[in-house]
T-cell receptor, first 109, second 115 residues
């Protein structure tokens, strides 16, 4: 079946830049979305790439390359409050939404 | 305020006792989903609905039912809950307009324990 792969954990330093990658095994997603989830909370929408290229929203940017079946989320000027889990997700041609298993971001002071 | 609401937020029940988790959104969204979240497995789609009276199975539909009689509501029904349905459940909604397709709004979650 279709799946989205992302690293289980990433560690970075406060103030730095971190990139979280997401690769998928098959084509056929309408685009790629990114969500943030703090412990005990609900996922919140961060960014959506409906087309190839870079989308920028404040400190967060997201990139998609359909030809490489690859996307990433870039977080700049990391703050301690960015410590959370990050999920990529896509809607496939059957209108189902598939999520990656999530990347836990640890930020060191 | 644009929001998705779910009730109850916490529920402890026993095996076999039918239950319903309600979900409502006030954004006139066409697409609604139910997910379960388990440690290490991420979010898995249970059922989704493209619009009123249109529902379809997600990746893990066994043991669940849904209905979409009104655009704003999308209840999740467990006819005979079992312990393996103990999980954190999220309802979500999104527009089907192309530029908004990937932007889902999530409810606060329902933590269900089946003993």
């Amino acid at each position: 079946g279709q799946s989205l792969e992302q690293p289980s954990e990433v560690t970075a330093v406060e103030g730095a830049i971190v990139q979280i990658n997401c690769t998928y095994q098959t084509s056929g997603f309408y685009g790629l979305s990114w969500y943030q989830q703090h412990d005990g909370g609900a996922p919140t929408f961060l960014s959506y790439n409906g087309l190839d290229g870079l989308e920028e929203t404040g400190r967060f940017s997201s990139f998609l390359s359909r030809s490489d079946s690859y996307g990433y989320l870039l977080l700049q000027e990391l703050q301690m409050k960015d410590s959370a889990s990050y999920f990529c997700a896509g809607m496939n041609r059957d209108d189902k939404i598939i999520f990656g298993k999530g990347t836990r971001l640890h930020i060191l002071p | 305020e644009a929001q998705v609401t779910q009730n109850p937020r916490y529920l402890i029940t026993v095996t076999g006792k039918k239950l319903t988790v309600t979900c409502s959104q006030n954004m006139n969204h066409e697409y609604m989903s139910w997910y379960r979240q388990d440690p290490g497995l991420g979010l898995r789609q249970i059922y989704y609905s493209m619009n009123v009276e249109v529902t379809d199975k997600g990746d893990v539909p066994e043991g669940y039912k849904v209905s979409r009689k009104e655009k704003r509501n999308f209840p999740l029904i467990l006819e005979s809950p079992s312990p393996n349905q103990t999980s954190l459940y999220f309802c979500a909604s999104s527009s089907l307009r192309p530029l908004l397709l990937g932007e889902q709004y999530f409810g606060p979650g329902t933590r269900l324990t089946v003993t």
